[in-house]
């Protein structure tokens, strides 16, 4: 069993930062590929940025490169995501996800979810 559980989103203006985490707890989280995803209203889910089990792979969708960065801290168990530059295209839930073993950075490979947190970028 293990359990996600993000916090830091909310409302800022186009143009302001936000960092996401994500919690995780009951087993090993170094053993865990982890990954962040989003979804606005009436559209799938989509990728957002993945990172490797040690944190030295990291990997972005185009929408966001330049602007997002995931990292990890396994002492903590938390993985953060940074968003500079926010537009509000990015209005959406996020959910951080993980995987055990290798990471992916298709939706399906992973197994446990969070319940999600809302980002709303202003105009």
């Known amino acids: 069993q293990v359990q996600l559980v993000e916090s830091g989103g909310g409302l800022v203006q186009a143009g302001g930062s936000l960092r996401l985490s994500c919690a995780a707890s009951g087993r090993t989280f170094s053993s865990f590929a982890m990954g962040w995803f989003r979804q606005a209203p009436g559209k799938e889910r989509e990728f957002v940025a993945g990172i490797s089990m040690s944190g030295g792979r990291t990997y972005y969708a185009d929408s966001v490169k330049g602007r997002f960065t995931i990292s990890r801290d396994n002492a903590k168990n938390t993985v953060y995501l940074q968003m500079n530059s926010l537009k509000p295209e990015d209005t959406a839930v996020y959910y951080c996800?993980?995987?055990?073993?290798?990471?992916?950075?298709?939706?399906?490979?992973?197994?446990?979810w969070g319940q999600g947190t809302q980002v709303t970028v202003s105009s």
């Open positions: 996800a993980a995987k055990a073993g290798p990471y992916s950075g298709i939706i399906p490979a992973y197994d446990y």
